[in-house]
């Protein structure tokens, strides 16, 4: 299976009909049926490292101030407890809780509801350890690789620019703050020669990467996509964009 991180951008792109949402729901036409998807997602950021393994997951409506048609929204796919067991197998001897009271948050199901709308396709989270740096993440990560020849699709979900601060709410065609678009050119350059140190070492590239990922959430989940990287594999943007001036919607695809 291919691995992907996306960037889920705004939680009412589980509403809308735009240039991202269509492209996600081309990539889950494209790419190979999984047999379960794997989400890690910025919106489960804990001090611990922990996996959804009920049978049945809630859909979690983690924000506030939206619509009610986006807080009514249901994205019942079911579990995949034996992959939670596997999963947690995988990260050894990292201690890993299996989580029932967890589900799917908006930056999985967000994205899930165009790529997978019949949510007939079962889907787990792994959390960020909020208490571990990016090293740790990428290095634990290597230990899922596994999976993708088990059909599993790896799916990191945040934003490579993800800065609030800095976002327009509410207004159109704003245009892109330099900063973020120096810090997604260089981070594509350093995908496309697949040079993955200097990324996970983000804090060293500067102003732009702290203006960029100001904190580190959304930007972990790339992490866990780029330690699933197989030798000569392609290295593709299947979705591209900037909403709101800071945040990045680019996706990276391996494979």
């Given at each position: 299976?291919?691995?992907?991180?996306?960037?889920?951008?705004?939680?009412?792109?589980?509403?809308?009909?735009?240039?991202?949402?269509?492209?996600?729901?081309?990539?889950?036409?494209?790419?190979?049926?999984?047999?379960?998807?794997?989400?890690?997602?910025?919106?489960?950021?804990?001090?611990?490292?922990?996996?959804?393994?009920?049978?049945?997951?809630?859909?979690?409506?983690?924000?506030?101030?939206?619509?009610?048609?986006?807080?009514?929204?249901?994205?019942?796919?079911?579990?995949?407890?034996?992959?939670?067991?596997?999963?947690?197998?995988?990260?050894?001897?990292?201690?890993?809780?299996?989580?029932?009271?967890?589900?799917?948050?908006?930056?999985?199901?967000?994205?899930?509801?165009?790529?997978?709308?019949n949510a007939d396709i079962p889907v787990i989270q792994l959390s960020?350890?909020?208490?571990?740096?990016?090293?740790?993440?990428?290095?634990?990560?290597?230990?899922?690789?596994?999976?993708?020849?088990?059909g599993i699709l790896i799916i990191g979900s945040g934003n490579l620019?993800?800065?609030?601060?800095?976002?327009?709410?509410?207004?159109?065609?704003?245009?892109?703050?330099?900063w973020a678009v120096r810090f997604e050119t260089r981070a594509r350059?350093?995908?496309?020669?697949?040079?993955?140190?200097?990324?996970?070492?983000?804090?060293?590239?500067?102003?732009?990467?702290?203006?960029?990922?100001?904190?580190?959430?959304?930007?972990?989940?790339?992490?866990?996509?780029?330690?699933?990287?197989?030798?000569?594999?392609?290295?593709?943007?299947?979705?591209?964009?900037?909403?709101?001036?800071?945040?990045?919607?680019?996706?990276?695809?391996?494979?």
């Amino acid at each position: 299976m291919p691995a992907i991180f996306l960037g889920h951008g705004n939680p009412m792109n589980a509403l809308r009909d735009n240039a991202y949402t269509r492209r996600w729901a081309a990539l889950g036409a494209a790419l190979p049926q999984p047999r379960a998807v794997l989400s890690i997602s910025a919106h489960w950021y804990v001090p611990a490292t922990a996996v959804t393994a009920n049978a049945q997951p809630r859909t979690i409506h983690d924000f506030g101030g939206f619509p009610r048609e986006l807080h009514e929204m249901q994205y019942p796919a079911p579990g995949a407890p034996e992959l939670a067991a596997r999963v947690a197998q995988l990260l050894a001897p990292v201690p890993v809780e299996l989580e029932h009271g967890w589900g799917l948050d908006h930056g999985t199901w967000s994205i899930l509801v165009h790529m997978y709308p019949n949510a007939d396709i079962p889907v787990i989270q792994l959390s960020i350890d909020e208490t571990k740096d990016a090293n740790w993440h990428h290095r634990s990560a290597r230990q899922l690789a596994a999976l993708r020849d088990e059909g599993i699709l790896i799916i990191g979900s945040g934003n490579l620019v993800h800065n609030l601060h800095t976002y327009a709410w509410g207004r159109r065609g704003v245009e892109p703050y330099d900063w973020a678009v120096r810090f997604e050119t260089r981070a594509r350059e350093l995908l496309l020669v697949r040079d993955f140190a200097p990324l996970v070492a983000y804090e060293t590239l500067g102003r732009d990467a702290m203006l960029s990922a100001p904190t580190p959430e959304h930007y972990l989940p790339l992490l866990y996509v780029l330690a699933q990287h197989h030798e000569h594999e392609p290295v593709s943007f299947p979705v591209e964009g900037f909403d709101g001036g800071s945040i990045s919607m680019l996706a990276v695809q391996l494979g």
